[in-house]
């Protein structure tokens, strides 16, 4: 169970996170820094909104999506101090959607240490299993593969905690949560 102070230390850490990175980029990204304060202000609102979690989950959606797509957050280059700032930022609202999912009531999971697999385990995809889930939330299943792939990292955690790994079978890369592979048979 996430206790008040866990949910209000990882919303807190979000608003703190915009707030930072906005002054840091002010000189180098006007645009951009206006646009982290904006959330920054959204998040402090939010934060008094105790048990909005619906709009929270959407709000984390929202600062998330400025990483991606051509022209986005994640295309400026900043000095690296701030580039590391702006890393802290994606795994904070990453750890915040976390957060908004589980309140929903929605499905998380957790994969003990000892279950993982490692970097150079070789593993073969479970055809059918969700493989990956989109922004939404929708899954996307494992297809039938006679590939072995070779876990190549840790990648992070779906949405619902479940962990990714990028594995590779020759030149061929991919993502694929832990339930969506099984150890290769030597």
Known sequence: MITPHAEHTV??????QLQVLSTAILQESPHWAETLVRFAAEATRLEKCADNWEAKYSFGRQVENIYGGMGSFNDVTFSSRVEEQKKLLYQTVENYLRLCWKQLGRPC?????SERFQVGDRVVLVRGEVISLDRRGEPSKAPKSDLVYTVVELYSNDIDNM??????SGSRFRIARHNALRRSSP
């Open 163 to 168: 962990a990714m790994y990028l594995v590779s």
């Open 109 to 113: 999971y957790h994969v003990p240490d």
């Open 11 to 16: 919303e807190r850490s979000l608003t703190d």
